[in-house]
């Protein structure tokens, strides 16, 4: 049951927190946001999601890269929309190293951080 409540949580931060990615990537600014506050922000988040994930289940600690999937899927259908029907926004290289490189490697990168909290954590009880 403890297994079952463990993957119910981290498919849940997963989630969420791909749609914080998404929301991040497809909103403009505020008035009084700037783009590295919103910058910071994300990668907090995903830090955090990931070490998550991490924790609560170390034998699958590289599940923490689904929770890019908001950026992942917004880079993607951007550049469907250019292949198909040659529309869209203008493709930004830094939109695209963001959204397919590193937010997928911050959220794996966490993943590994939380697997070695919980072997420690583990280790020491």
Not at 26 to 53: K, M, N
Not at 79 to 107: M, N
């Amino acid at each position: 049951m403890a297994t079952i409540f463990r993957w119910v949580a981290a498919a849940t931060v997963i989630f969420l927190v791909g749609f914080l990615g998404l929301w991040a990537m497809f909103t403009d600014q505020g008035p009084q946001e700037s783009l590295l506050g919103r910058g910071l922000l994300v990668t907090i988040v995903y830090v955090l999601a990931g070490a998550a994930v991490g924790v609560l289940v170390p034998k699958r600690w590289y599940v923490a890269a689904l929770s890019a999937w908001g950026p992942a899927l917004m880079a993607l259908l951007t550049l469907t929309a250019k292949a198909v029907h040659g529309q869209g926004p203008p493709l930004d290289a830094r939109f695209l190293v963001l959204s397919l490189l590193i937010a997928p490697a911050v959220a794996l990168a966490s993943g590994i951080l939380g697997k070695t909290v919980a072997g420690r954590r583990a280790a020491s009880s």
